[in-house]
């Protein structure tokens, strides 16, 4: 067990109103973290111009401190620009508590010039270090991380097929053999050649717009087993995960169940969601329908996008929140602890406030550190705002984006955020982590067609713990942490979710005022428990996996 302090001063709180203590800044420009998103629009209302992009938080060099990879778009069609548009990555350079990025993505060896769409960060290898997926309109990629601040295109050797439309990925150990497996979400089945120069779609008033996914086929998403040896085996048919075809958006890895399986949940867009139950042979059933997940209380499927999983409610198991279209609310899934699901969104507060808006990024995390999960929903339109269109804003699609906080006895309030929420921009994917290494969760923001943005939190100042877990020979991804606590918190380690995006690996539990030294229990992948103690409050700690832990 290593403790790292991070010399975090922590400021007196008076007794204000839990919103007045948020307070979220626009970092962007004085961190250096300057990238602008390319869709390729020219005209056409393409749907797929309008679908990315993601973002990726990762530790790619190893030095404690989070980096940002931002996923780019670029022509669909010629005269392309030369040199081609690329991913960026960002390595972060601040020393202390300061933010400042530096781009890399030459000197790393990173050649992302396939139109992007989402990330998904671990390690695939069990080396060390974090390895890159990339889910592309075309081929995907995957970059191996060599060590040194460099990493290695290895997607041809990868198994990786096809060139279907990606959008999102998710690592996780679905054999317990200690090797990261892979899902990739997949879209729709949406041409660029030879299509019309005019769009067939059009809104209410018969103006052009872009086309629902109604007008398009679907395909089916692919799992991938990972063999060890830097292949990938597509196990899709074996699994059954190949048997239906629908637009899927995001997908996130949890043990639903609760029987000590890996399962995903995949957001399908005007589709039934779809919820992989692991069978333990190699077999994924779809539980949605059944276990009251697919469609929303009034068995409506909705327009799924961004998908995030955790124990909002602190009992003890995995809940699911999504983001949808306008007109549509968001959408709460509780889950009773067997992978029984009721939708509580009306119940929580989280219907009205999300009525306007659509909703791709989303993410839960202790926005204040008082030791609940809050929400956060990264806003977009994807029909025209003739409003805007008239102002021949580009693309017109801009709405703002949404904060909620938990008030710990199962509803939610919105707040305005700070000043970071007083833009609006056309905002797609959102990526959660402590990039300041300060205690609290930032948040990077991706914007189609415009400038991403780092959402630095700068909420008044509460005590809390981190953990970064560690295995000595396997993966660490998909471990549970409970904080010693009444009712105990759970948290898990892991990187998918939100929409297109890849996430901070480690878990900060928020403790509020309490600043006595913690007692956490880790149940890592293989079922191993152990229990890890007294920890100082106000710092990072890495906990590793005993080798004969029970």
């Known amino acids: 067990m290593v403790a790292r302090p991070l010399g975090c001063m922590l400021w007196a709180t008076l007794a204000l109103p839990a919103w007045a203590a948020i307070r979220f800044v626009d970092a962007s420009a004085e961190a250096g973290l300057q990238f602008v998103h390319d869709s390729g629009m020219v005209g056409e209302l393409w749907t797929v111009e309008i679908t990315g992009a993601g973002v990726g938080l990762l530790d790619f060099d190893n030095d404690g401190r989070l980096d940002v990879w931002l996923v780019q778009g670029g022509p669909l069609v010629g005269p392309h620009k030369q040199p081609p548009p690329s991913d960026r990555l960002f390595r972060n350079v601040g020393v202390g508590s300061e933010l400042r990025f530096q781009d890399v993505t030459e000197a790393a060896g990173v050649s992302a010039t396939r139109y992007g769409m989402g990330i998904a960060c671990a390690d695939v290898d069990n080396d060390g270090d974090t390895d890159v997926f990339l889910a592309n309109f075309g081929a995907n990629q995957l970059f191996l991380n060599l060590g040194e601040g460099r990493f290695r295109d290895a997607s041809a050797s990868a198994g990786f097929t096809g060139e279907r439309w990606s959008i999102a990925a998710s690592f996780a150990d679905i054999d317990g053999d200690g090797l990261l497996d892979l899902y990739v979400a997949n879209y729709l089945d949406f041409q660029i050649a030879g299509r019309q120069t005019s769009t067939p779609c059009s809104t209410y008033s018969s103006r052009p717009s872009y086309c629902a996914p109604s007008n398009y086929e679907r395909v089916p998403d692919r799992l991938y087993r990972n063999l060890g040896d830097g292949r990938f085996d597509d196990v899709s048919r074996r699994a059954g ?248 918190r759970r948290r898990r380690s892991h990187t998918d979710g939100s929409y297109a995006s890849a996430h901070d690996a480690r878990i900060v539990f928020g403790l509020g005022r309490e600043r006595a030294p913690q007692w956490v229990r880790v149940r890592w992948p293989d079922g191993a428990e152990q229990r890890f103690g007294p920890l100082a409050v106000d710092r990072y700690h890495t906990l590793r996996r005993a080798a004969a832990a029970q």
Do not use: C
């Open 241 to 488: 995960i190949d048997a239906v075809a629908r637009a899927g958006m995001g997908v996130v890895a949890a043990d639903f169940n609760a029987d000590g399986r890996i399962d995903f949940y995949v957001a399908n867009d005007a589709d039934e969601n779809s919820l992989w139950l692991n069978q333990g042979d190699g077999r994924f059933a779809d539980g949605a329908l059944l276990g009251g997940a697919a469609v929303n209380a009034y068995g409506v499927a909705e327009a799924s996008m961004g998908v995030a999983a955790a124990d909002h409610d602190a009992d003890d198991d995995v809940d699911i929140f999504l983001t949808h279209d306008v007109k549509e609310s968001n959408t709460l899934f509780v889950n009773d602890g067997k992978g029984w699901f009721e939708d509580r969104t009306s119940r929580a507060g989280l219907a009205a406030g999300s009525m306007a808006y659509t909703g791709f990024g989303t993410g839960w995390f202790d926005a204040d550190n008082d030791g609940d999960l809050d929400l956060f929903a990264a806003n977009g339109a994807v029909s025209i705002v003739e409003a805007q269109r008239a102002e021949r804003i580009l693309p017109p699609l801009r709405q703002f984006n949404q904060l909620w906080l938990n008030d710990a006895a199962g509803r939610f309030e919105q707040t305005d955020g700070g000043p970071a929420f007083a833009s609006h921009a056309t905002s797609r994917g959102a990526a959660f982590g402590d990039l300041d290494n300060d205690g609290d969760i930032d948040i990077v923001v991706a914007n189609n067609h415009g400038p991403a943005r780092l959402y630095r939190n700068d909420s008044a100042p509460m005590h809390w713990l981190g953990l970064a877990l560690e295995v000595d020979a396997g993966t660490a991804l998909g471990s549970t942490a409970w904080l010693d606590a009444k009712p105990p």
